[in-house]
Nanobody
Framework: QVQLVETGGGLVQAGGSLRLSCTASGRGLNFYRMSWFRQAPGKEREFVAVIAQSGRTNYDASVKGRFTISGDNAKNAVYLEMNSLKPEDTAVYYC????????????WGQGTQVTVSS
């Protein structure tokens, strides 16, 4: 079992940066595949980025080159560094965890709001 808490959201102008944090209590996050998802108003939740137990990362095409996902096992945290933000990045951002390599996500945080003004 793991509990996830996201922080770091806020209001930023287009072109700005934010760093989201996802901290965990319970089992160490290095046992989990960790992802960031986001959901904009009126839209379905969508995948943003993933970091596997191996450390391998992958990104949705819409954020590749602008966002970076990373993990810190000592702090039991996963981060999402977001640069060159656009108004279309506005959403509630969620982190999620699964102990599998390909299965569905078992644990979710409560989300943190990111708003990018034009």
């Amino acid at each position: 079992q793991v509990q996830l808490v996201e922080t770091g959201g806020g209001l930023v102008q287009a072109g700005g940066s934010l760093r989201l944090s996802c901290t965990a209590s319970g089992r160490g996050l290095n046992f989990y595949r960790m992802s960031w998802f986001r959901q904009a108003p009126g839209k379905e939740r969508e995948f943003v980025a993933v970091i596997a137990q191996s450390g391998r990362t992958n990104y949705d095409a819409s954020v590749k080159g602008r966002f970076t996902i990373s993990g810190d096992n000592a702090k039991n945290a996963v981060y999402l560094e977001m640069n060159s933000l656009k108004p279309e990045d506005t959403a509630v951002y969620y982190c999620a965890a699964t102990p599998t390599s390909t299965g569905p996500y078992d644990f979710w945080g409560q989300g943190t709001q990111v708003t990018v003004s034009s």
